[in-house]
């Protein structure tokens, strides 16, 4: 947390993956600055390949979303709202708000994560802090994650860009937790508006921030963490102001897997009864 | 479709170098001038999947490969061995080319073999993948079992148990081809984009179907013109029409209307009109290779026009939004 | 002058003061810059530094920098300056043409700040030392190398030589060692600035671990100086002690220890974490933060305290060691003694602090509002519009338009994006930055943008009496207009990182910004003037000229506002003299 320097979960080491605790990251965009330090970490660190300089139109967002080649992605949301208690219109009647608001989205993690269970080779796994991985060497591209996802976030790597072919995504860089080092993004985010902790430190943490903000005038602040849902919460989990669709969130993600049974029921029955035309056909056509 | 941005600036390009000044309108003009777009700045929610025309296809011959193994058994069982012949064949065939059609849409092709690590009852890929691989092992030596049955390459004792391993294979075959033909539909069915998972009933009754008609259509192109072909083709194409009427009553608005607008709505379309009414009036009256004809064409299509879908539904926040909402 | 001239410099000899250039004149940025465009400069070194995008004015920077005989340009990527030759905007609109350009251009490729060791000063007065973490790449090299070797050469030639003029070269003490690539030991410049006594054997107490001298060789392997001095006290003026900068001295004394480089925070003003000059005082003025009585105003924020007949505390005290907080100057007591003992602003004659600036500044005493020098609207304040000290640096390539004209009715302000560093050379050309903010764009209010028919994302041109430039649209209810007396006035807000060179597209902000003068230390003025808006993309090539022609005529008089004084005219200032300098003409 902010203020406390060194001793900061962001800040100091840890022993998470050893330790088998459960981890994650809160996002708060109440306190993000938009600097993109995040996104730029990211890359630098994992060495991700840049993805093309476009510029968008969409406020300073030229990054756009989540994808193979962007693990971070700082949003940058023009509403016309009030934030908080802002003063707005020329008057500070309340008048013409408006409010500019950033958010570094990012792999939520989830408790059921649809990327995984659709992995058939095994390359995506759950590690020892609850993160779901990719192992780049195992995986064949086969592109199954890439639909499985509630979030959109996991995606195959087109060519020309370096180690092409693959699935990519947030590793929660977990190369850095097993040396006992703090995710990039959280180790340069200079307000700690990302935040890196332990599970259920951040959700207890996290709640009390929505408290305090809705007492101090923020009455669109929410949590982003979709528990009652099949997709049973996410690791990496948001504070947001308003509704999450503005956010390119998707209300009521489900993961996937619960479409199996009808699906699967569907395709025996559709199975059995080509069987039996097909008999039925031979024996009284024949 | 509307013109890209990209067009759209070079036209305004052209425009400015050619007369010093652009009157007109720029790109993102809906709206006024911020883009008010759903979601955030319209940006996609889910990744539209990364297969290209490897996947169709594969579908497409996978499911004739599948069906007709289960032809070749039900022919071979009721002692029409030379239909059983070519049904094997063409399910050997499909076994063969299906594997590489998968392989060459991998991102990475080497490593197709880590498919095989592990087995997920719960990821559809994993099982197709053995699904596959199984059918192959099984259709190939059933191939090769009949023909040497077939020809008595031996005699006695030997042709004895190359008859019943040939039997057995040819049922395996059948059983595997049947599981091919129609886990396809779940593997689009399970998945997060809205116009795939809100027909996941649907996909495979529908993969299993034109997998049927397919095998059958094509037999009858290879000139097996025959009654329970003939029957198999107006039992598929009457599911497909069955299906189609289905497919435009059961709209979820927003959320699937990849499969009834714009490009991808119109090839699904075309796909269910060729297998379905077109096919099955030829076959009434008696036009049967073209029927079959339309049938395969159909089946192609369709598939083409469910990747589209699923690539369209993807892009489409409001779909996204749309079937969430409840 | 010990520092620079060693041995040579002795009290007959004025310890060689004759040898050192003076100051003739202002040599101010934008002073020499015009002395260039008059062909009265005819080589430059340019050093972390890029004019051709990060200046003023750029269009004519660029245009001044054809007039150059040579040019020397030194940065970690090929920034604009080094390349203007060939592929500025110039070039491309026949304003300039290469086989034209007598210029001789010299590119030298720099390390990085991680390729090369010493001391960075921040506006806190904090020296950190920076280690060099790998060897810069291929024949990159630090400034202070390119310093030292072109010195070492310089010297050479100037010893060959028996020309009086060369006389301040040869007599230059250049004694610094280098390491395998050529650079010079860092610590050993450190070393001198903190200062020495110059005699080896020097009686000094408590001369520490090394015996007190630290880089005790010069290049010939012979004894150079001796012990470390402790702080600019041990300072005389007699020769007997060398000091390079006597602020920076004890930052590097005899106990060995770069100062610079300690890391260990003592207390919570960060003793012991750098070193803060003068002394490693962190805070200036802190006697103010005890009560005239010397007894700390706060028990929690305590910086220095009156205890036992002397100042003390955990800073070190910016206040004589000595002086009671009750003392009362007696006439005739002149500097320090002369303020009283509850006066903490030590640097000010009466130790006060000043709200009313009677002297100094050029344009005090009080702090007032004039218009920007462009500006769509009259000053309501006075009827005076703009600052009458100012400099205007009047001239034909940098005009201004009069107050209100209609062909430039909104205002521009520029500003900086988080993605990108000043002129971009160290930005634009990194692809985890330059994917952030790919393009140049202007910022344009939904109002104005619904006004002039423009879209989000379309290309409009901008214009000034300065110059044209191309950028994308970026509408944004982040940008309102303004009502000023009754009238809506718009603004729109451009970043200015951009220019040709690199992977990214974009035109520089700095084409339409005017160079001019804040009187005090010549700041141009490159937050607010007037503008036009052209939708469209700007032509390219010839055309751009006559295209500029139409929007902002390059013909007429160099001084188009009523209050701007022509070229040539009499002008205030610390040095009158200086030819671009005018105003003050009230």
Redesign the interface.
Known sequence: MIGEGTQSTNQRRHNYVRENVDVGFFTDPTVCI???AC??AC??WNEV?????????????????L?ASTWRHV?F??Q?RQKGNQIVG?SGDGADP?R?VFLSDVCKHCEEA?CL???????IIRTEVGSVFVQND???????C?????????????EPLAD????FKCTFCYDRQKSGLVPACAKVCPTESIVFGRLDDLRARAHERVRQLRENGYGDAQLYDPQETSVRGIHAFFLILGEP??????????V??I??R??????F???I???L???A?????? | MAMSDEERLDELREEAWGKGIVRGRGVDVAGGPIPRRVGYYGQPLLKPPVWTWEIPVYFFIGGIAGMAALIALVSAVFHHLDRARMSILLAAIGAIISPILLTMDLGRPRLFINMLRVFKYQSPMSVGAWVVTIFGACSIPALLAVELHARHVFAGDLDQFIKIAAGSLVFASAFWGVLLATYTGVLLGATAIPAWYLHRVLLPIHFGTAGIGSAAALLELLGYRVAPLNALGFFAAGIECALWISLEMNKHGAADRALHEAQSGWIIRGGEIFSGPLALVLRALGFVPFAAISFLIGALLSRFGWLAAGKVSACDPEAVFASQEK | MKAYYGKRATAENDFGYNWIPKITDDHSFFEYLYAIADGKMDGMFLMGQNSAVGAPNSRFQRKSMAKLKWFVVRDMVEIEPATFWRDSPEIERGELKTEEIETEVFFLPAAGHAEKEGAFTNTQRLLQWREKAVDPPGDCRSEAWFIHQLALRLIEKARASNDLIDEPLRALDWWYAEDEIGEPKMEAVLAEINGWHTDHVAAVADRGPHGGVLFPQDRQGQSHHGPQVADYNELKADGSTACGCWIYSGVFNRDGVNKANTRQSRDYLGHGWGFAWPSDRRIIYNRASAKPDGAPWSERKKLVWWESEKWTGIDVPDFKPNKSPDHIPKDGQSGLDGQRGDAPFILHEDGLGWLFVPKGLQDGPFPTHYEPLESPVRNELYSRDTNPVVNWFTRGENRFAPPGDPRFPFVLTTYRLTEHHTAGGMSRFLSHLAELQPEMFVEISPELATDLKIDNRDYVCLVTLRGAIEARALVSRRIRAMQLNGQTVHQVAIPFHFGTAGPLRGDAANDLVAISGEPNVTIMESKAMSCNIVPGRLPRGAAYRDWLDRYAPQSGPPNLHPEQPPPGAPTGGKFSRGQGKHGKAE
Do not use: Q
Not at chain 1, 60 to 65: H, I, V
Not at chain 1, 138 to 144: A, E, F, M, R
Not at chain 1, 262 to 267: D, F, Q, R, T, V
């Open positions: 938009g600097c993109k996104e730029v890359k630098e390949p840049d993805d093309g300089f476009t510029w968008s139109g969409s406020s300073y967002d030229n990054t756009g979303r994808g949003l949301l023009e016309d020329s408006f500019w649809g269970e659709a992995c058939p080779t095994g390359s195992v995986c064949n591209g086969c592109g199954y890439v639909v499985s996802c509630p979030f959109g976030v996991i995606d195959r790597r087109p092409a072919g693959g699935a669709e503005a956010y390119g969130l998707p209300p009521k993600p489900e996937p897997t479409y199996l009808s699906a699967w029921l569907s395709a029955a559709t199975m009864a080509a069987i035309v097909v008999f056909t031979f024996f009284f056509f024949a």
